[in-house]
């Protein structure tokens, strides 16, 4: 919402100095059997009726964001000699993934008013509605370090190539672990950490073909889906057993 | 080669899964225990979703165990009469264990109550094992190799109605302890997520006094059926059966459950108790260090609207 209200007031502008011109290197990720990750290249051109504005410091933001989910994360505490779980904070929203590329780090070409504004960082890219308890900070920041050693959030200070202050480019590489659903790629334009232009475009990530047809037949007739595993299972134990019984004649 | 598993949802690799599949399988076919109580915490360990593991480990568990009764009955080595009656009760208890899991679900806490159980029965079952084992082991070498038929002492086992032959077996004991054993195999398997034959095998022997032999194969057979209508249970309540995940599982599990068979029957039968107690032993020690020790990570991230 938050992010489209800034759309608006960017569109709103009357004349834009600067404007993104976009392409991207795939409009759509298939996950297939053997899908083992997937690079998307976002590029790009900065259009200008003008010169080049000097002195001023330019910075482009890539983001690209998987859908929205809730998660609950647990701190474990020692009670009785054992680790248990004790705590628990939901967060709301929380990405479930989540990538920042830039050209600078990021608090050198956005203001801090902007990033919450905009809810550009990723630390701003989780939200816990309603419930700010007390030391939920920690458990925003485990969940930030967690999905990062998963490669699931990434910051990438240097991940945006910029020549001459027109073309621009980024990497963003997708794990193998990833949800399906719509992802939003997002560029923005900033000059002296003001925001000037943005852009988004919707990559749909979907499982396709054999990958499709059994998550569709586990959820939509699970009782035929449960039936073939175990006619699966049966056909593979008696397989193997008359296997051997042949092997050893 | 990595392989994404549709319902799991993440990509792994698919010989790593052959392999944990092949050792597991021996070590079911060699002591008749459908090894998901090994299976299950590899499985959270290379990063498969519990909710996942525990449903999909529940079918692999139907193709190994099938491939080693096949193997069991063309020796004759499963009492049947004694495995429908486990069964019985077996079905009841899972019955009875999906609906005191989904309780314990409700306050929360359940994974500890799930290892709390491991560590509990299996450093119970595992020390009574090792110990017995161990006795049988030091008496046969004092024998001198000369086994003297020792008639079998009559407890209280023997003492209860609705007696029953069991020719197999070579019992006529009441029905209510097998029935009963069933039923709190079934529980436990509900809870822990594994077939149960790590219980069921000792309490075979132990309690029902039932020849080591006959046991491995009628452990299995109770096992196909209470683990297949676990698994019915998951696909239809949870959606959390893998496919892709249970075939790659099950194809390196059913080979080795076939050889395991095959060398379990040239071991002696005390060795092979203390065998099964050894491991029994090591993975009980693994979950308690677990709990014991300060975990490098003490969040974990779960899925969101906790009560």
Same mark, same amino acid.
């Given at each position: ?104 780090? /990021? *608090?050198?070409? =956005? $203001? ?9 960082? &990723? #630390? ?49 590489? /997708? *794990?193998?672990? =990833? $949800? ?9 334009? &900033? #000059? ?53 019984? =042949?092997?050893?004649? | ?307």
């Amino acid at each position: 919402m938050i992010r489209l209200v800034a759309l608006l007031l960017v569109m709103a502008l009357p004349v834009r100095a600067e404007e993104i011109v976009l392409g991207l290197s795939r409009d759509e990720i298939a996950i297939t059997a053997t899908f083992e990750g997937s690079d998307i290249e976002i590029f790009g051109a900065i259009k200008r009726e003008e010169a080049i504005p000097q002195g001023d410091d330019l910075g482009v933001i890539v983001t690209v964001a998987g859908p929205d989910k809730p998660v609950t994360v647990r701190r474990k505490d020692r009670r009785l000699g054992i680790w248990v779980n004790t705590e628990a904070v939901d967060i709301d929203v929380a990405p479930s993934f989540y990538a920042v590329a830039t050209n600078k780090p /990021l *608090p050198e070409i =956005l $203001t801090v008013q902007e990033d919450i504004n905009t809810r550009i960082s &990723t #630390r701003r890219a989780i939200r816990s509605v309603g419930r700010s308890a007390f030391g939920s900070d920690r458990f925003s920041d485990a969940l930030i370090r967690i999905r990062a050693g998963e490669g699931l959030y990434q910051t990438l200070p240097e991940g945006v190539w910029v020549k001459d202050d027109t073309l621009f480019r980024a990497r963003i590489s /997708l *794990p193998a672990n =990833l $949800t399906e659903g719509d992802y939003r790629a997002e560029i923005y334009l &900033t #000059r002296n950490g003001q925001i000037i232009d943005l852009y988004s475009a919707t990559i749909p990530v979907k499982k396709v073909g054999l990958e499709r047809w059994l998550y569709n037949l586990a959820h939509d007739n699970p009782f035929l889906y449960g039936l073939m595993s175990l006619s699966i299972a049966i056909a593979a134990g008696w397989g193997a057993s008359a296997a051997f019984s =042949l092997l050893r004649r | 080669m990595q392989i994404y598993l549709p319902i799991a949802e993440v990509s792994v690799n698919a010989f790593l899964l052959l392999g944990l599949g092949g050792i597991v399988g021996i070590l079911s076919g060699m002591f008749g225990v459908g090894g998901g109580f090994l299976m299950t915490p590899l499985l959270f360990f290379i990063g498969i979703p519990p909710a996942v593991a525990v449903a999909t480990e529940a079918n692999q568990i139907v193709a190994s165990s099938f491939s080693g009764v096949l193997a069991h009955l063309k020796r004759k080595t499963v009492d049947l009469k004694m495995g429908t009656v486990l069964l019985v009760g077996g079905l009841v208890g899972s019955g009875l264990g999906i609906i005191l899991f989904n309780y314990l679900k409700a306050l929360g806490q359940v994974d500890l109550l799930v290892k709390l159980c491991y560590v509990i029965f299996l450093g119970l079952i595992g020390a009574l094992m090792f110990i017995e084992s161990l006795n049988a082991i030091r008496k046969s070498n004092k024998a001198g190799g000369t086994a003297v038929p020792t008639r079998r002492k009559h407890n209280w086992v023997h003492n209860l109605p609705f007696k029953m032959k069991f020719r197999v077996s070579g019992l006529y004991i009441s029905v209510i302890p097998p029935l009963l054993v069933g039923v709190l195999v079934g529980i436990l398997a509900a809870i822990m997520g594994v077939g149960g034959g790590f219980i069921m095998v000792p309490a075979m022997i132990y309690l029902l006094g039932m020849p080591t032999k006959v046991v491995v194969g009628t452990s299995l057979f109770q096992i196909i059926f209470v683990t297949a209508f676990t698994t019915m249970l998951h696909a239809t309540t949870n959606y959390t059966v893998d496919v892709v995940l249970a075939v790659l599982l099950l194809v390196g599990g059913v080979v080795g459950a076939q050889i395991g068979t095959r060398i379990g029957v040239k071991m002696k039968a005390e060795q092979l108790r203390i065998l099964l107690a050894i491991m029994v032993l090591a993975v009980c020690g693994k979950l308690a260090f677990d709990l014991l020790v300060q975990p490098a990570e003490l969040f974990s991230i779960g899925a969101g609207g906790h009560s």
